[in-house]
């Protein structure tokens, strides 16, 4: 598609001069097939519309079809060179359709011409019956309203009579519509009547030059919008000797249009619209709701290669958009958001072929399939607690909480796998099976190949885990500053483990404490981390219970958040005591 020429395309708001004057034809507008949609995860996509569609009598054409496309991706082209793309237009544009009459008003406005029998209703209980010709409902048109209205009028659709034009022996006969009781048509009457009604409407005028115009134009247009989503999930069949076997579906959720026989490319990752919420001119809404690798270099994927540039400069969050216009109201359900799935992760394509899928269904398609090798690894992680001067002040809401955190610590069981895939593993849920019967249901995250990820199975009820502090030592005014003196408490702690399984397991223990640690038994690694260090002291980092205290500059100053990483091996019925010291610095 880069090959062809994309020339000027212009957004008006309004409908175009004398527009409103005459009614569009339904048969005059053409339908642009959706050819290739490149979907993310947060909803939005890549839609490349293209076809042979029928022109107007100017050589335009003219689409019953407005997208709402991010600012500043909407592009529209001529494939044919001889026939370039002078401008696009969209505006409101009345429309005649053609719909099935359901009311003796419509099918007499449905059959000017038709020789009836008319019974109806007069004063006094009486009735009379007669043959006619219907020769029409007076009408003033759109562009009669708007000669005689006062300035700055909005443009109104036509408006009927409520009187009907009967021919008559003798002359023309006006009757309300409201008397008459029945009609009897003398033949086959026309089921269908035409109906005017606004629409947005967009118009790709084409450049002629001295060529006569043609009843039909190659024409195409590309957009980026939100209404279609895709879900990833996986299911991991481990067979407990290491090899696991990864099935990637996905899950298509279509609110955007009509999709049939298209080439769908689906995303690992979200690349960033900066206009995300501000809509193109062209769709004519007043307001957008809040709703490293990049494209693989394949000849075929089009919308791949098109605009790349473009996409990858841009951002989204996943929302839900509520549209404007002749759908005002309707809330565009995407489905749920894959929790930590963002723009964090590099983008990567799946492509489909032959996708039919209609607006408002959902699709669920296999993917791609591929084997890992895994470990068997238990973690235990232990967390701090709040300082005295925190828990002294909790209410009980607040000690219930905090109790809940530290009851029990428990030893999670976790497969580890190393992606050796030619495709990253993407943030989705992941149902764990072994034998055909279900283990766990976890979440997959983001994994680069080359790179390893965790997935939990459940907690290690054979390996059991005791902790078990104490203050050694208090040392009143051990530190001044800023004319303050400062205490030190020095603490002790020791993790009870015990394996109860009949195999040798793989521990890693991670125990966090308020201060800095000093030491630890078993070649524990020990790290201090700070707000100038980055790591725990960032954003979404910090506990739940860390906003309950308006922390003072000094406790910063003297203390960190000491951590301490064990990996050791437990035989079968065996134990390990890993043992810690630390300290930590409080206002006297």
């Given amino acids: 598609m880069l090959g062809r020429t994309v020339l000027l395309v212009c957004a008006v708001a309004v409908a175009a ?56 991706t909407f592009w529209s082209y001529s494939a044919d060179a001889k026939v370039p793309l002078a401008a696009v237009t969209s505006g409101r544009r009345v429309v005649s359709l053609e719909r099935t009459a359901l009311t003796v008003r419509e099918l007499i406005e449905g059959n000017v011409g038709a020789q009836v029998r008319i019974r109806e209703k007069r004063e006094k209980e009486t009735e009379a019956i007669y043959e006619a010709k219907i020769l029409g409902i007076p009408v003033r048109t759109s562009e009669e309203l708007a000669r005689t209205s006062p300035p ?68 195409g247009m590309v957009y980026v919008q939100r209404g279609i989503r ?48 501000t809509p193109d001119p062209i769709s004519l809404q007043e307001a957008m709701a809040q709703l490293s690798s990049s494209f693989r270099q394949d000849r075929n994927i089009r919308t791949a290669l098109a605009f790349s540039n473009a996409i990858m400069s841009q951002s989204a969050r996943p929302v839900r958009q509520v549209e404007r216009g002749p759908e005002a ?33 959902r699709m669920v398609v296999p993917i791609t399939q591929f084997t890992l090798k895994y470990s068997d690894v238990f973690v235990l992680d232990l967390p701090f607690g709040p300082p005295p001067e925190i828990r002294q002040n909790l209410n009980n809401e607040q000690q219930a909480e905090m109790a809940r955190l530290m009851l029990g610590p428990k030893v999670k069981h976790k497969i580890r796998m190393k992606n050796t895939a030619a495709c990253p593993l993407t943030t989705a849920p992941a149902l764990i099976l072994r034998e055909g019967r279900v283990l766990a249901q976890g979440l997959m995250t983001y994994t680069a190949v080359g790179a390893t990820t ?6 290690a009820v054979d390996i059991s885990a005791k902790v078990q502090d104490a203050e050694t030592g208090r040392t009143p005014d ?51 981390l700070g707000r100038h260090e980055g790591g725990w002291f960032t954003p979404g980092g910090y506990p739940f219970w860390w906003g309950w205290y308006n922390w003072p500059s000094w406790w910063y100053h003297f203390n960190a958040i000491g951590q301490v990483k064990w990996t050791i091996e437990l035989e079968p019925s065996k134990s390990a005591d890993l043992e810690y010291m630390w300290h930590y610095f409080w206002r006297s």
């Fill in 454 to 459: 965790d997935l939990e199975l459940t907690t």
């Fill in 230 to 277: 895709w879900i990833p999930n996986y299911r991991v069949e481990i067979d407990g000797k290491g090899g696991a076997v990864l099935t990637l579906q996905a899950t298509l959720i279509n609110e955007l249009a009509d999709l049939e026989g298209v080439r769908a490319h689906l995303v690992i990752g979200v690349p960033r619209f900066a206009f995300e919420e």
């Fill in 17 to 72: 001069p004398g527009a409103l004057g005459q009614a569009v034809q339904q048969g005059a507008l053409a339908d642009m097939p959706v050819k290739e949609v490149t979907v993310f995860k947060d909803g939005h996509a890549f839609v490349l519309h293209e076809g042979r569609v029928p022109t107007d009598e100017a050589g335009n054409v003219v689409l019953d079809y407005l997208p709402t496309p991010v600012l500043g």
């Fill in 478 to 528: 051990a530190v001044k500053w800023d004319s303050n003196s400062y205490a030190r408490s020095d603490l002790t702690g020791t993790i009870h483990l015990e394996n109860h399984r009949d195999k040798t397991v793989v521990l890693e223990v991670c125990r966090s404490v308020l201060g800095n640690v000093d030491s630890a038994t078993h070649d524990g690694a020990i790290v201090h």
């Fill in 152 to 219: 700055g009028t909005p443009p109104g659709l036509p408006q009927r009579g409520d009187i009907v034009l009967l021919e008559v022996v003798g002359g023309v006969k006006a009757v309300p519509i409201s008397r008459i009781e029945d009609v009897t048509f003398l033949a086959e009457p026309s089921r269908d009547v035409a109906q005017d009604e606004f629409r947005n409407m967009m118009t790709l005028h084409l450049d002629w030059g001295k060529e006569k115009p043609k009843d039909a134009a190659e024409v």
């Fill in 329 to 361: 109201g309707r809330v565009i359900d995407l489905g749920p958001d894959v929790a930590n799935s963002g723009p964090n992760e590099d983008l990567y394509v799946f492509t489909l072929e032959n996708v039919t899928l209609a607006r408002g269904e």
